[in-house]
């Protein structure tokens, strides 16, 4: 099975910026979607934004439209998120997942997760 390492997470004042990585081993991603998502303390793991396998095509959930951008580097076995003017609401942990190219919403595998912590 292929593993997903996330990092890049930390505490950051509103407004600020963070860019997230998530390293794959263990076999290539290269041939699926990739996406984000994040789970906020007492709440459902949410989508946030997946990217399709050679990265012609992205999608965002609503709330971070025009402030995070998902890329990737299959070179690299690799997946970034790009996150600008972050807010206190954008506070949780984020997972790095697969996802099936027909839900991209479905995670079928995800790492362990990089917490982002956002301070007004």
């Known amino acids: 099975q292929v593993q997903l390492v996330e990092s890049g997470g930390g505490l950051v004042q509103a407004g600020g910026s963070l860019r997230l990585s998530c390293v794959a081993s263990?076999?290539?991603?290269?041939?699926?979607?990739m996406g984000w998502f994040r789970q906020a303390p007492g709440k459902e793991r949410a989508f946030v934004a997946a990217i399709s396998r050679t990265g012609g095509t992205t999608s965002y959930v609503n709330s971070v439209k025009g402030r995070f951008t998902i890329s990737r580097y299959n070179a690299a076995n690799s997946v970034y998120l790009r996150m600008n003017d972050l807010k206190p609401e954008d506070t949780a942990v984020y997972y790095c997942?697969?996802?099936?190219?027909?839900?991209?919403?479905?995670?079928?595998?995800w790492g362990q997760g990089t917490q982002v912590t956002v301070s007004s």
């Open positions: 263990g076999g290539t991603i290269s041939t699926y979607a």
């Open positions: 997942a697969k996802v099936r190219d027909g839900s991209w919403s479905t995670p079928d595998y």
